[in-house]
């Protein structure tokens, strides 16, 4: 018996140790998981010849890195300054990186290899920013440096990550397809440092790129420069850009659309000042059409009646000029899907009890039928409301009724409630909401104070989100009331109107013009709920 106990705990021991190593092994195959994730780039742990060189003379230079990295848009990152007839060529090899000279190099002369964004890591893409390399084939090094700031000159906030470089004045122009050899990126706090170059004469640009080409593309990107040159002889501090969008010099439409409800739509690189559309074919549709331009008229939707047309032709105009005719084609078999629907000026069921309630549609409204609308107060159905449309806005209306605090209210459109142009209907839909009360608003009181008379100020009122909320033209000292705002964060946005045109102008490259100035009033104007504020702004001169 002792003999068979022995042979089945043996047996056991062998099953047990089976099954231990089994699992085990399905354990290791496992990932790991969890962990902070890597957000450092490669560092540099050793470069042979050593950076800053002079009497350089080695034909490779050795980057050797703590960690495994690549090479990515060389063609677009990667610039040497002088120029070289022919580039050096990069080579990674494990973790080092080898950059051999091709071309024959000049004598006594200060070479500077940026690599932009071009070194990053393998698994994160964490990059190496503004890394260059710089050696002299002569005693000494360029020393000379451009050191500065880039903001945005409408908030006037720092902007990371724009790219600040320099062009001699010889080859002076950003128009082109040339990316520039000199550059480096902005920090966190705007800041730029442009190091180790020559004596010479510049011309000085940022750049807050979208496809990061590093040639500027006046459709996408936004621009900052010094109209003078640049005399450079000695170290340079301060040299501050400010960024901003220009106007496209000439008008396009940038998108347009015959839509599945049968509208029209349009978008534009301009914002036009006094816009017309005309249907020029077939002209009888141009008497029916019904049009709405955006806010700050760069974009257009157009309603025309009869879609019967196989080809329409519009054109669009500017205080009666031509700028672009656009031709719509349509299929004889095309059909059209149109359902009314609307959205409101309810936040989070709160309606302000200085506003109307107001609804907005996607199609212009033909007919309402209050026999289909209802209203409930707790409950209880009231009558009494008003469904009238806004004289200002052909798909809003305002639906009036003296609401009490403390009751809440549900509006019930039945469906067929509205009816749009092409006999279009309304799903049935409900507007559930109280009225907020009106202790959580506030008034601030400012007395604006200008530098100067006879001079034209735009005043913007920005809220917690930097959204601007009322605009005013102010010309001589005033005080002014904003009530019944909701309690919370505001600042004040001040635009010197140079050319009194109660608009704020942006710049121009090609002219040699910057924008007009703005000023941020630095101090938060927040206001309380059920309280008055009064404060004096002093707009500082120009």
Do not use: H
Not at 42 to 52: E, Q
Not at 69 to 74: A, P, V
Not at 223 to 229: E, I, N, Y
Not at 290 to 305: A, C, E, V
Request: glycine share 4%; aromatic share 10%; with cysteine.
């Amino acid at each position: 018996m002792a003999k068979k106990r022995i042979i089945e705990n043996f047996r056991n021991f062998i099953a047990l140790f089976f099954i231990s190593i089994l699992f085990y092994a399905c354990a290791s195959m496992q990932q790991p998981q969890g962990g902070p994730k890597d957000t450092e780039p490669p560092k540099i742990l050793k470069i042979t010849p050593k950076n800053l060189s002079v009497n350089f003379t080695a034909t490779k230079i050795v980057l050797e890195f703590d960690e495994y990295f690549k090479i990515q848009n060389e063609s677009k990152e990667f610039t040497v300054s002088p120029e070289m007839a022919k580039a050096p060529l990069l080579k990674t090899k494990g973790k080092r990186l080898e950059v051999s000279i091709q071309d024959t190099l000049e004598k006594n002369t200060t070479y500077t290899l940026n690599f932009g964004k071009a070194i990053a890591d393998v698994n994160e893409s964490n990059v190496v920013k503004n890394f260059t390399y710089v050696f002299s084939t002569g005693p000494k090094l360029d020393s000379l440096s451009i050191k500065g700031k880039v903001i945005n000159s409408v908030t006037g906030e720092p902007e990371l990550d724009a790219l600040v470089f320099i062009l001699p004045l010889k080859r002076d122009t950003i128009f082109g397809k040339s990316k520039p050899s000199i550059f480096t990126t902005t920090d966190s706090s705007g800041n730029y440092s442009l190091n180790n170059l020559r004596k010479d004469t510049y011309k000085i640009y940022a750049l807050k790129e979208k496809n990061g080409d590093k040639v500027y593309q006046q459709a996408s990107d936004e621009v900052g420069f010094l109209k003078d040159s640049i005399v450079l002889d000695k170290v340079m501090d301060n040299v501050n850009l400010s960024i901003f969008k220009e106007d496209a010099t000439t008008f396009r439409v940038l998108d347009k659309r015959l839509n599945t409800d049968g509208s029209i739509t349009f978008s534009f690189n301009q914002k036009l000042q006094k816009p017309e559309v005309t249907v020029t074919e077939p002209p009888a549709l141009d008497a029916t059409k019904i049009i709405k331009f955006s806010k700050n008229n760069d974009s257009l939707r157009i309603w025309l009646k009869d879609l019967s047309f196989d080809s329409t032709k519009i054109a669009i105009k500017e205080a009666g000029k031509l700028l672009q005719s656009v031709t719509f084609t349509r299929g004889k078999k095309e059909t059209y899907t149109r359902v009314i629907s609307e959205s409101d000026n309810i936040d989070n069921r709160m309606l302000n009890p200085n506003k109307p309630l107001k609804l907005t549609f996607n199609f212009p409204i033909e007919s309402t039928d209050l026999t289909k609308i209802s209203l409930l107060e707790d409950s209880v159905a009231r009558t009494g409301f008003t469904f009238v449309k806004d004289s200002t806005d052909l798909l809003s209306y305002y639906f009036r009724y003296p609401w009490r605090p403390k009751k809440t209210y549900e509006i019930k459109f039945q469906a067929g409630a509205v009816t749009g142009i092409f006999n279009s209907k309304n799903k049935e839909f409900i507007k559930t909401f109280e009225l907020a009360n009106k202790d959580d608003y506030g008034t601030l009181i400012v007395k604006i104070v200008p530098p100067e008379l006879n001079k034209s100020y735009i005043l913007e009122v920005l809220d917690g989100n930097k959204g601007v909320v009322n605009t005013l033209v102010i010309t001589r000292d005033t005080t002014v009331k904003f009530a019944n705002y909701r309690a919370g964060k505001y600042w004040l946005r001040i635009s010197y109107d140079t050319n009194k045109n109660g608009k704020w102008d942006t710049g121009s490259v090609k002219l040699g013009q910057q924008p007009e100035k703005i000023w941020n009033e630095p101090k938060e104007l927040s206001i309380r709920a059920n309280w008055e504020r009064n404060e004096t702004v002093t707009i500082p001169k120009e």
